[in-house]
């Protein structure tokens, strides 16, 4: 336990995949307000 230093841990991978999560949720979301919106202006 003697042996950590905090703030030394290699995060790149980590990093990584939070922003690949982060671009996921975002382009969901707009991909999925834009069929609400496409639903709402042509369905009746």
């Known amino acids: 336990m003697?042996?950590?230093k905090h703030?030394?841990?290699d995060i790149e991978v980590q990093e990584k995949t939070f922003d690949g999560f982060i671009k996921f949720v975002t382009?969901?979301?707009v991909v999925i307000i834009g069929i609400v919106?496409?639903?709402a202006i042509?369905?009746?």
Do not use: A, C, K, R
């Open 27 to 29: 382009w969901s979301v």
């Open 42 to 44: 042509f369905t009746s």
């Open 7 to 9: 703030g030394e841990m």
């Open 2 to 4: 003697s042996d950590y």
């Open 37 to 39: 919106l496409f639903m």
